[in-house]
């Protein structure tokens, strides 16, 4: 890569930052479009955010994603907000428009983009575990693909009761959401076409755990999806026995790479290098990224 007086900046914002693999992967797509572009991480704290977003225009960043801790506090800070990002409450793509900054929601498109590929899912039952941040892009996710029934299970029945609730109107992807405690999980996997799991359950280090166990597995129909959106172990243990059952399964992997791939076509305008963009993840994963 060559810096030229001409090499525009993109990149990351968060704070902590370091262990982002967005930069990985961007580069490598970057390279692989030969736009004159960088993408780097910037730690930015809380209160520097603003500071942050003027000098970004200042310089003409092309655009940038949006990590913890300012997904949700860059939205007031923008000309724009997409539906999705309105409906999951978190912006993490931006990019400039001559009116401002504009923001997006790439992971509710980048976890549709592999169960697109698997089958039309009008009408069907998903059931989600877990009712954090990345729950919120999941439910969307499930509006637009059609899902008639969906039911969220999680451990802390407050929490649950005020997630179901911001699903209501006035969201933009308004839907009914079924609350169920996670100790009446194994009532309801009967009938399910796609189950979620969107805990850190079974993350590493804690890779000998599971939020389903083998007998909860056996209820579910064969034809179920069970999708993990953990990237690390790949395969979870929650996937391996769902493989083992055989059952269609999905890791977090995809998911990471086509909401990267979204976001670059954003600032490109150009087609992203999927293939490439995977491949510097498996490169890391593999300790040669
Ligand atoms: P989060 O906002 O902290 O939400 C986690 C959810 O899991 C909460 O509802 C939490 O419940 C629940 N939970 C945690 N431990 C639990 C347990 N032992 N039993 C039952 N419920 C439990 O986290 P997040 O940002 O959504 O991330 C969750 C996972 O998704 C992480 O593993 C992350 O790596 C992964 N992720 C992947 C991608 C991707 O691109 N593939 C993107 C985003 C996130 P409480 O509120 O009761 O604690």
């Excluded at 309105?86 to 929601?105: E, L």
């Excluded at 169920?180 to 993350?203: H, Q």
Aim: with cysteine; hydrophobic share 45%.
């Amino acid at each position: 890569m060559t810096i030229t007086g001409k090499t525009r900046l993109l990149g990351v914002i968060g704070d902590p930052i370091k262990h982002s693999l967005s930069p990985t992967m961007h580069n490598r797509a970057i390279a692989q479009l030969g736009l004159d572009w960088v993408y780097v991480a910037f730690p930015i704290a809380p209160e520097n955010l603003e500071t942050a977003l003027n000098g970004f225009a200042a310089i003409d960043l092309v655009g940038f994603n949006v990590t913890i801790p300012h997904k949700q506090a860059i939205m007031p800070l923008l000309t724009e907000i997409s539906d999705q990002a309105k409906a999951v409450g978190a912006v993490n793509t931006v990019w400039r428009s001559p009116q401002g900054w504009r923001g997006t929601n790439t992971d509710v498109d980048g976890f549709m983009a592999p169960l697109k590929l698997m089958r039309g899912w009008s009408g069907t039952t998903a059931i989600v575990l877990g009712c954090g941040g990345s729950a919120r892009a999941v439910i969307a996710a499930c509006r637009l693909l059609g899902c008639k029934s969906v039911k969220v299970v999680a451990r802390n029945a407050d929490k649950l009761a005020e997630f179901c609730k911001s699903f209501q109107a006035p969201n933009p992807l308004a839907i009914a959401l079924e609350p169920i405690p996670w100790s009446e999980l194994s009532e309801n996997l009967t009938g399910a076409d796609l189950v979620v799991n969107t805990t850190p359950i079974g993350m590493h280090p804690n890779e000998n755990a599971a939020p389903l166990n083998e007998a909860q597995l056996a209820q579910l129909p064969e034809s179920a999806v069970v999708y993990d959106i953990i990237y690390t172990p790949r395969p979870t243990l929650l996937l391996k026995h769902a493989a083992d059952r055989g059952l269609k399964t999905l890791d977090g992997l995809e998911m990471l790479v086509q909401q990267g791939a979204i976001a670059l076509e954003k600032w490109s305008g150009k087609s992203a290098p999927v293939d490439v963009m995977r491949q510097a993840l498996l490169d890391w994963f593999d300790g040669k990224g």
